[in-house]
Each structure stands twice: as structure tokens, then as C-alpha cells.
């Protein structure tokens, strides 16, 4: 039997897959917290969670590697990629690579690959953040390894 992949807005899901997920988050950010007491705090139960913690993720949560490669285009500033490079730090990413062209007209192509495994906020709340850095102008997923 194969297994079959669905994208589905958040919206149109029953509130306990999105309960499994909260649950997988408090855990996640406090090592020291139970699955039990996440369940209560979230108001699921052990058996829900245990039934569907390996079904239920997050679009951007990538299980099987911890690898992330973004492009970006930022003006050429300076003290912009350094910002840019804060920024990803504050959310305990590991930042393995960066590479950085040339700017032209005023435009310079980075791309950095970082781990995930550590962060303590989504991939999806680190690009929100990083398209708020003023001078960033895009960013991009080039790949998840």
C-alpha cells in the first residue's frame, strides 16, 4: 500500500490534528515539559496524540532532514547581511553556509543553507521574520534536504 501526501489548509482541519501539532510544540521549545503535560495544557489526550504525532505535521516541519536552503536578493547595505545573519541565530538555527554574489545594481543574491533541528520557531515564522528585515527584498526556499 502506498502512502498518499495531502497539502490541506489549516482551516478546513478537525481542531485535534491542529491540537497534535500545539502539543508537539510545547514540547519542542521545553525539553523539560511531559507529553502528558502537554496534552492537558492543550486539552487532548495521551492516546490522540500517540495516535496521530507521526501522521500530523506542519507544512514546514521537515522530518526527515534538517536542512534548508534560502536564496535571497537584499540591497547592498551595510550591516544588512550581518542583521540578516542575527536574525537567523535568534531563532538557534545552525547557519552552515552562506554564499554571497557580487551586487549589481544595487541588488546582491545570497543564499544561506542552515540545520533546523535546534529552532526554536518554525521555517515558516523565520521567512516571515527575515522578509521583515528592512533591505531584504525576497526570499526563497531553494531546497530541503
Known amino acids: 500500500m502506498s502512502l498518499k501526501h495531502y497539502i490541506i489548509e489549516g482551516s478546513a482541519l478537525p481542531?485535534?490534528?491542529?491540537?497534535?501539532?500545539?502539543?508537539?510544540?510545547?514540547?519542542?521549545?521545553?525539553n523539560?515539559?511531559?507529553i502528558n503535560q502537554a496534552c492537558q495544557i492543550v486539552d487532548i489526550s495521551r492516546s490522540t496524540y500517540y495516535k496521530y504525532k507521526d501522521r500530523v505535521h506542519e507544512f514546514y516541519?521537515?522530518?526527515?532532514?534538517?536542512?534548508?536552503?534560502?536564496?535571497l536578493n537584499i540591497?547592498?547595505?551595510?550591516?544588512?547581511?550581518s542583521s540578516i545573519i542575527?536574525?537567523?541565530?535568534k531563532s538557534n538555527a545552525n547557519i552552515l553556509t552562506i554564499n554571497q554574489n557580487i551586487p549589481m545594481n544595487g541588488i546582491a543574491v545570497v543564499v544561506i543553507s542552515i540545520e533546523?533541528?535546534?529552532?526554536?520557531v518554525s521555517v515558516e515564522?523565520?521567512?516571515?521574520?527575515?522578509?521583515?528585515?528592512?533591505?531584504?527584498?525576497?526570499?526563497?526556499?531553494?531546497?530541503?534536504?
Open 15 to 30: 481542531e485535534v490534528f491542529k491540537k497534535v501539532i500545539d502539543v508537539k510544540k510545547l514540547i519542542q521549545k521545553d
Open 32 to 34: 523539560k515539559m511531559s
Open 61 to 71: 516541519e521537515n522530518r526527515i532532514s534538517k536542512i534548508v536552503t534560502f536564496l
Open 75 to 81: 540591497q547592498n547595505e551595510p550591516g544588512l547581511l
Open 86 to 89: 542575527e536574525t537567523i541565530a
Open 116 to 120: 533546523t533541528v535546534e529552532m526554536d
Open 125 to 145: 515564522d523565520l521567512i516571515n521574520t527575515l522578509k521583515n528585515v528592512e533591505g531584504v527584498r525576497k526570499i526563497l526556499i531553494l531546497s530541503r534536504a
